[in-house]
C-alpha cells in the first residue's frame, strides 16, 4: 500500500477521534449515537466533495472515519474511568477537579504527538537527530515552553489524582525523542532541557505555592507570542474572521496547531483558577494577554494578527465551566 495512502487512512481516523470522545461524554455514556453521528458526519463531508474540484468521495473514508469516532467513545471511556474511578472517590475527585484537568492533559498528549503517524525508514529520524544534537539547548521560545509545560502538566497530574505524578512526567520526556519518528515534526534540543527543568522544578517545588506557576504560564504565553521583538511601521491588518488562519492552512498542520493552543490557553484558565480566582476573571485575563498578543502581531513581520486566540480562549472557558457543572450535577446525585 502507498505509504501516503495508508498516512491519509490513519489521519482519516484520527481526525474523528475528538468527535466520538466528546459525543461519548456529552450524550450521558452512549455508545452507539456517536458512531451514528460520526457516520452521518462523514458521508455529507465525502457527498459536499462531489461539488469541489479537485476532491474525490471515497467508501474508504467513511469507513475510517467511524473507525475514529468508536475509538474516540473508547478514549471517553477511558477518560470517565479515570476521572472518577469509584463511587467512593467522587467527593474527592470532584475537589480536586479531576475531569477538566484530565481533559486538558489529554490536548497536552495530543499536540505532542500530532499527527499520530510513524515515519517510515530511518533515514528520516537520522536527519532529525543531526539537527537535534547541533541545536541551540538554551533557545528562548522552546527552553521556555517546556519549562512551563513540563511544570503545568505535573500540576494537571496531581489535579487528576494521577499516583506518582513526578514518575509519570518524567517518563513523558520520552514524547520528545519520539517526535524524530513522527510526521512532520522536528524537535530540538532546547525542547528536552525545558522539559527536564520543568520537572525537576516540579519535584523540588511541590506545594510551595500556585500564583507563581499562573504568572509564569501567562509570561510563556506572552513570550511565545511575540518573539522574536521585530517591529516593522507597516502594519499587517487586522482579520475578524474567527478561526480564518485555522481555515486557510493546510488542515493537518492547523489541526496541530488549534490542539497546541486549546492546551496553552485552557491551561492558563485552568491555572489561574488555582489561584484562586473566579473562572469568569481567569477566561478574562487570558482573553486581555491574547487580544494584546494579537494587536503587537499587527507590527510584527510573518505574524496574522487576527480575533482568533481571544475567542478561542473564551470557549476553552465555556467548556471548563460546563464540565464543572456537570461535576457538581453528579455528585448531587
Request: aromatic fraction near 12%.
Amino acid at each position: 500500500m502507498n505509504r501516503f495512502l495508508l498516512r491519509d487512512e490513519v489521519v482519516n481516523v484520527g481526525l474523528y477521534v475528538p468527535l466520538g470522545m466528546a459525543a461519548y461524554l456529552a450524550l450521558r455514556r452512549n455508545f452507539w449515537l456517536p458512531a451514528l453521528i460520526g457516520f452521518v458526519l462523514s458521508v455529507c463531508m465525502e457527498m459536499a466533495q462531489l461539488f469541489v474540484p479537485g476532491r474525490d468521495t471515497s467508501a474508504v473514508d467513511v469507513v475510517t472515519n467511524v473507525a475514529g469516532t468508536i475509538a474516540g467513545v473508547g478514549f471517553g471511556v477511558i477518560f470517565d474511568r479515570l476521572a472518577i474511578r469509584s463511587r467512593s472517590k467522587l467527593r474527592a475527585a470532584t475537589s480536586a477537579d479531576s475531569r477538566p484537568a484530565l481533559l486538558l492533559l489529554f490536548l497536552w498528549a495530543g499536540f505532542l504527538l500530532f499527527p499520530f503517524f510513524p515515519v517510515l525508514g530511518f533515514y528520516v529520524p537520522r536527519q532529525r537527530v543531526s539537527v537535534f544534537l547541533h541545536s541551540a539547548p538554551f533557545a528562548l521560545v522552546p527552553l521556555i515552553s517546556g519549562v512551563v509545560t513540563w511544570l503545568a502538566a505535573g500540576r494537571l497530574m496531581e489535579a487528576a489524582r494521577i499516583r506518582a505524578p513526578h514518575r509519570l512526567l518524567a517518563w513523558s520526556l520520552l514524547a520528545i525523542p519520539a517526535q524524530f519518528f513522527i510526521v512532520d515534526r522536528r524537535p530540538v534540543s532546547a525542547d528536552l532541557v525545558g522539559a527536564a527543568a520543568g520537572l525537576c522544578i516540579f519535584v523540588f517545588a511541590r506545594g510551595k505555592g500556585r500564583t507563581w506557576i499562573a504568572v509564569a504560564f501567562l509570561a510563556a504565553i506572552l513570550v511565545r507570542g511575540v518573539a522574536p521583538l521585530h517591529f516593522v511601521s507597516q502594519s499587517s491588518g487586522f482579520s475578524w474572521v474567527p478561526f480564518g488562519g485555522f481555515l486557510g492552512t493546510e488542515w493537518q498542520s492547523g489541526l496541530g496547531v488549534f490542539l497546541e493552543k486549546s492546551f496553552y490557553y485552557g491551561t492558563a484558565i485552568w491555572l489561574l483558577q488555582k489561584c484562586p480566582m473566579r473562572l469568569v476573571n481567569a477566561a478574562a485575563i487570558v482573553a486581555g494577554v491574547l487580544t494584546a498578543i494579537e494587536i503587537a502581531q499587527i507590527h510584527l513581520p510573518g505574524r496574522t494578527a487576527e480575533i482568533t486566540d481571544p475567542l478561542l480562549a473564551i470557549l476553552l472557558a465555556v467548556m471548563l465551566s460546563a464540565m464543572a457543572r456537570k461535576k457538581r450535577s453528579g455528585v448531587a446525585g
